[in-house]
């Protein structure tokens, strides 16, 4: 793991308002102590544009380059809290949509390892950038096609999708090692939470909360 134990770049501001977001998620119902502290020891301010970097630590999602947003943190603890329910920690993950690198860096505190794609390329050099930054090693970026996965690395133990699928594509399902989750939003309109567990006999699925995700979309740009 790439645990961080600090980070020169944050002030005492800074640290308060962090500590003040680990707090609403507690009250927001986040249980897991490791999520709150992979959370916690992010500073998710050098991962926002400069004009946004006073509401980093607001509970809510920011705009980025090419019409994307950097998750809100509710989001992101939660989706991480159901892919490490019942394990110690998350083993090798692949995350689909690495965006501005964010997420990244928070399962790096919990990952052997972090397999990161993204399909538009401006966006990963910023998160490769933004990742320079914590000196985090084992995070390994991509351009590419998230529908795809992520082959050549695989199988991961656990995979997380930053973007809604119509469907769960069996790619990610095909990628995932026995034993292995996956937590994906699905659907359109309405949209839910999925986890996908292999085992032995095949998966198993279970629905969850109920989120709002761009598009999970083919290709690269």
């Known amino acids: 793991m790439n645990m961080l134990t ?12 962090r500590i003040r977001m680990i707090e609403r998620l507690r009250e927001q119902g986040i249980r897991n102590e490791q999520v709150l502290m992979a959370i916690g020891v992010v500073p998710r301010h050098i991962f926002v544009e400069p004009a946004m970097a ?6 809510t999602a920011l705009p980025l380059i090419l019409g994307q947003t950097i998750s809100q943190p509710y989001i992101v603890a939660r989706m991480i809290e159901l892919l490490l329910e019942g394990r110690a920690g998350l083993g090798k993950t692949l995350e689909i949509g690495a965006g501005c690198g964010y997420q990244a860096a928070v399962l790096a505190q919990l990952s052997k390892e972090v397999y990161g794609i993204e399909r538009l390329a401006p966006l990963l050099a910023r998160a490769r950038e933004n990742l320079k930054q914590l000196k985090l090693t084992r ?28 469907a769960v594509p069996q790619a990610l399902k095909d990628q995932l090692a026995i034993g292995g989750r996956l937590v994906i939003p699905v ?35």
Not at 6 to 14: H, K, N
Not at 54 to 59: C, G, L, N, S
Not at 195 to 217: M, S
């Open 6 to 17: 600090g980070f020169s770049g944050l002030g005492m501001t800074s640290d308060r308002t």
């Open 54 to 59: 006073h509401r980093a630590y607001e509970d």
């Open 139 to 166: 995070i390994r970026l991509k351009h590419g096609d998230g529908m795809a996965g992520m082959p050549e690395a695989a199988p991961f133990d656990s995979i997380i999708v930053a973007a809604a699928g119509a």
């Open 187 to 221: 659907g359109s309109a309405l949209q839910e939470l999925v986890v996908i567990e292999r085992t032995p006999e095949g998966w198993k699925e279970g629905v969850f909360d109920a989120v709002r995700f761009v598009p999970l979309l083919p290709g690269v740009a």
